[in-house]
């Protein structure tokens, strides 16, 4: 997906004038929200078990070296192919590679992140090739020609009703059928596809280093279908997909599904561990995985940022984020959006480019609360906010201002002389507009109040500094 | 018990009235309360715009007002959640710098939000007035209740008064200190979610309230452009007055100019 991080400014404006897509937005993440909260509360230690899962993520992302050599050699032991990518158009290229090797001309997808960050379709398109989404949201999506908004709720922002339009236009399938009616019609005929693709590419949920196995967790069965049914099988992964070994992966089973939808478990989870051998009857003739790098082993790199890379990609934080909530995914302007996504991307794009994401939260801290894997995600807004100050990224009134708040706020002498001074006019309740910013932009929507006409600093002074304590009458219970 | 009263630049300027009743609901309880006169702000509009720097300076500041204030003090006091707050996130910012870093420590163990304070650290369990009838809508400050623990503590009070607490939205008002000025329109788009779920699912409320006065400026000034709303009220004003603030209230904004 194109990146447009720069627009943020316009872009979510456009995004709050759309009631359509806010209020689709809302009920999906609400919706998200109570499930997630009524499964984690099942649980008999959530905080216990996060931070175990957090702890394998730290583990694994400091010995990343090691687990990624093991999955490599696991995984080629028992006959898979892995190649690791710098970035994503190393990635398109080996991937172009194969399937051009395989004769390809009809490629599955099931949903995939990653895919989206590199921009895959876009390069096997240009190569010839047709390629089908099978996740019915990205399916939807693909025939608008839109991206996901969301990590694993890709067309979470599409009101039903413009599905049933389009299904209507396409298909002809009657207008207000029912949701079962729709993803029916798409089952019919992505089924078609899934028996004349040549290739299926997918996405990778976990990779266990000590058994060379991709896990893939969904609830279509598309993913089982991309991955078993086409004679070639491509998994594209970030290099921070990896965990040790099957014992942790319980535990991500038990906190992923749980963050992301609300269930106890995916539908289906499959552990593919290779191409088919000699004594199954089905699966792929070639199992590749892509390993991808893409700016991830910087943010490694960096102490205060690494934590990201444990985020498995569940969404929670998006949809508790009050200000995911009103804008959704598209405003952010690339493919991670919400709040690991106002960390993540200025790590993967540089912050020239994503400078605005990480300001464009009230840093209420609700992503922290629920983030299964620990990441200090509001600690992380503020750390991002500071490397753009530092390196000069804001507007020159603004620092000037904070300088000028600085020195005030340094010497109590000029505050309380400040305080007289601003009391000298006899302001109303509310001040009036000037029309200067920041006020003015207050104003739009909210009173701002005129200073009180005493401060507290005068009350105390003028007597409540010796005042006799109110007493404490008998309370009445 | 002897408190320091930090009473924040933000209740100095705008809410004195709040921070006045801070002080008096705190003497009630047998508090003495002192007031550092050297103490401005807590640095939070700096350090949640990204300029570090600067907010070590003004954190620096804070410390030897508050550092000397607590030789003679046992703890100190705010009447504003996000502003306490801050101060807890003082050794985050001394991170590098052991000397400060210790003193950061040592300061923010001992600062408390008001009601905190009088639930965990004097075990009140009753206000000491009636707000029987009194149906209130309590807003969590995302900082009062996140970094400093604060979400039980005003609602045991309310209750123990008599107060009824209406259930209604529990996001937050979008304020966020220069969030809210320089992305003025999203942060209104979080206000409205909150101000209509207060017109729908809290429409009988009497009055809402919070600890903390930036979510209450917030709040309090979209309820200024609306229509038949309930009182705005800082939890101090509500805990030390009673139901004298419903009528309180309307007399002191009818004598204003």
């Known amino acids: 997906m194109e990146v447009s991080i720069h627009d943020f400014p316009e872009a979510h404006r456009k995004a709050l004038a759309n009631t359509g897509v806010r209020g689709a937005v809302m009920r999906a993440t609400q919706t998200f929200n109570q499930a997630r909260e009524d499964r984690y509360a099942e649980l008999p230690d959530v905080e216990a078990l996060k931070a175990y899962a957090a702890t394998v993520k730290d583990h694994t992302l400091e010995h990343l070296d090691y687990y990624l050599g093991r999955l490599a050699d696991n995984i080629e032991s028992r006959g898979g192919q892995v190649h690791f990518a710098h970035d994503g158009a190393d990635a398109n290229q080996i991937i172009l590679a194969i399937t051009q090797a395989a004769n390809a001309k009809l490629i599955v997808k099931s949903k995939s992140m990653v895919t989206e960050e590199i921009e895959l379709n876009h390069a096997l398109e240009q190569a010839g090739m047709k390629v089908i989404e099978s996740d019915l949201g990205e399916y939807i999506l693909q025939l608008e020609g839109e991206h996901p908004s ?79 049914r086409p004679r070639v099988h491509i998994a594209v992964m970030g290099l921070e997909k990896v965990i040790p070994n099957i014992h ?58 690494r934590a990201s890379l444990r985020c498995i990609r ?73 490397r753009a100050v530092s390196a000069g990224l804001m507007p020159t009134a603004e620092t000037l201002g904070i300088k000028a708040f600085k020195n005030l706020m340094k010497n109590p002498a000029l505050y309380r002389l400040s305080s007289k001074m601003g009391r000298f006019v006899k302001w109303g309740k509310n001040m009036p507009n000037f029309g200067i910013a920041p006020l003015s932009s207050w104003q739009a929507t909210r009173d701002f109040p005129a200073p009180n006409q005493k401060s507290f600093r005068d009350l105390w002074n003028e007597g409540l500094n010796t005042e006799a304590a109110p007493k404490l009458e008998a309370a009445d219970d | 018990m002897r408190v320091s009263f930090f ?50 300076e003004i954190a620096k500041h804070y410390l030897n007002v508050f550092e000397k204030s607590l030789e003679t003090s046992d703890a100190v006091v705010v009447p504003s959640g996000s502003c306490g707050a801050m101060v807890h996130h003082y050794p985050e910012l001394f991170a ?104 729908v699912d809290a429409k009988e409320a009497d009055i809402l309230t919070s600890t903390d006065l930036g979510c209450l400026m917030q709040l309090g000034g979209g309820l200024g452009r609306r229509q038949n709303t309930p009182r705005v009220v800082h939890i101090a004003e509500l805990l030390l007055n009673g139901k004298a603030v419903l009528e309180a209230r309307v007399a002191r904004e009818r004598s204003r100019p």
């Open chain 1, 314 to 386: 569940c969404g929670a934080c998006l949809n508790t984020c009050p200000v995911y909530q009103q804008l959704g995914g598209h405003a952010y302007g690339w493919v991670y959006s919400g709040p690991i996504g106002s960390v993540l991307d200025p790590g993967l794009l540089g912050l020239p480019e994503a400078k605005s994401l990480p300001f464009a939260s009230s840093l209420c801290g609700a992503c922290g609360d629920v983030c299964p894997v620990k990441i200090p995600l509001p600690q992380m807004l503020v750390t991002q906010r500071t």
């Open chain 1, 150 to 228: 969301h990590i694993i709720g890709p067309a979470i922002h599409k009101p039903k009703t413009e599905v049933d339009e389009l299904f209507h236009k396409l298909y002809g399938v009657p207008l207000g059928s029912s949701a079962d009616v729709l993803a029916g019609k798409a089952r019919e005929i992505i089924r078609e596809d899934f028996l004349n693709a040549d290739v299926g590419i997918s996405g990778v949920n976990f990779a266990v280093a000590e058994s060379g196995s991709i896990v893939i967790v969904e609830n279509e069965g598309n993913a089982r279908l991309t991955t078993s």
């Open chain 2, 7 to 56: 009473v924040t630049c933000v209740a100095d300027q705008f809410g004195s009235s709040a921070a006045a009743a801070s002080v008096r609901l705190l003497r009630r309880f047998g508090v003495e309360v002192g007031f550092p006169q050297d103490q401005t702000c807590c640095g939070q509009p700096a350090y949640n715009a990204g300029y570090a720097d600067d907010a070590r």
């Open chain 2, 96 to 199: 590098h710098d052991p000397i400060n870093l210790r003193r950061a420590w040592d300061v923010s163990s001992r600062v408390f939000e008001l009601t905190q304070f009088l639930v965990e650290k004097l075990g009140v369990t009753h206000p000491g007035v009636d707000l029987t009838g009194v149906r209130v809508a309590y807003h969590d400050s995302c900082h009062a209740m996140r970094n400093m623990g604060v979400k039980q503590q005003p609602r045991i009070l309310l209750e123990a008064a008599g107060a009824t607490l209406l259930p209604w939205d529990e996001s937050c008002c979008g304020f966020g200190g220069l969030f809210s000025v320089k992305l003025p329109e999203l942060s209104s788009a979080m206000m409205d979610r909150k101000l209509d779920s207060l017109t």
């Open chain 1, 248 to 305: 942790d992966l319980g535990v991500f089973l038990k906190l992923l599904p749980r963050a992301a939808t609300g269930q106890r478990s995916t539908v289906f989870v499959s552990l593919i561990s290779g191409p088919k051998t000699d004594l199954e009857i089905d699966g792929p003739e070639e199992f590749h995985v892509v390993v991808l790098d893409n700016g991830r082993s910087s943010v490694l790199a960096d102490p205060e940022m």
